[in-house]
Antibody
């Protein structure tokens, strides 16, 4: 079955850091760009970051540029999102999704809560 | 950034009747390869988003044919020919042409 599974969410204090992971299975991970999309409680979808299949090209929303870093390990079929200098408005469900033009496979998401 | 504007934001519908959602972009979504990377997603209550349509009008596998997408340039439409109870949820357009990618605000489809 083609799927992606996020992990690493949790409660973190403002200014803190967290690393999210997304493990892919059922498809050739190294052939696909990958995206992170978030959804604040009761709000709409916000595209956060993307990375091409090889990992050499990365892209960010203005709201996270300079604070978040996306990376991937194709040998482990895993996508990462390193989040630093977290703020209250980063609180959201973070989804990993396959593709960077029109993500077609989405995970269940992992919740990140930034609060003191 | 490309701004995606959906209307209406709330759409009360009668089961069995058609429904239509508009999505407009602040820039043309035609890419240099000639494709237009406009996607539609459905998010049912409590679920993750699901892609319905890519490249304006290409339905994903398993998506009922009552869903259709159309449009060009900066003006796009998602139509449901006859709304069923399982279609209730929030619908988003998203452009995959320009960086950063951007979503519309979402349109909530609810039963009238």
């Amino acid at each position: 079955e083609v799927q992606v599974l996020e992990s690493g969410g949790g409660l973190v204090q403002p200014g803190g850091s967290l690393r999210l992971s997304c493990e892919a299975s059922g498809f050739t991970f190294s052939s696909f760009g990958m995206s992170w999309v978030r959804q604040a409680p009761g709000k709409g979808l916000e595209w956060v970051s993307g990375v091409n299949s090889g990992g050499g090209s990365t892209f960010y929303a203005d709201s996270v540029k300079g604070r978040f870093t996306v990376s991937r390990d194709n040998s482990k079929n895993t996508l990462y999102l390193q989040m630093n200098s977290l703020r209250a408005d980063d609180t959201a469900i973070y989804y990993c999704a396959r593709g960077i033009i029109g993500p077609d496979i989405w995970g269940q998401g992992t919740m990140v809560i930034v609060s003191s | 950034d490309v701004v995606m504007t959906q209307s209406p934001l709330s759409l009360p519908v009668t089961l069995g009747q058609p429904a239509s959602i508009s999505c407009r972009s602040s820039q043309s979504l035609v890419y240099s390869d000639g494709n237009t990377y406009l996607n539609w997603f459905q998010q049912r209550p409590g679920q993750s988003p699901r892609r319905l349509i890519s490249k304006v009008s290409n339905r994903d596998s398993g998506v009922p044919d009552r869903f259709s997408g159309s449009g060009s340039g900066t003006d796009f439409t998602l139509k449901i020919s006859r709304v069923e109870a399982e279609d209730i949820g929030v619908y988003y357009c998203m452009q995959g042409t320009h960086w950063p990618r951007t979503f519309g605000q979402g349109t909530t489809v609810e039963i009238k």
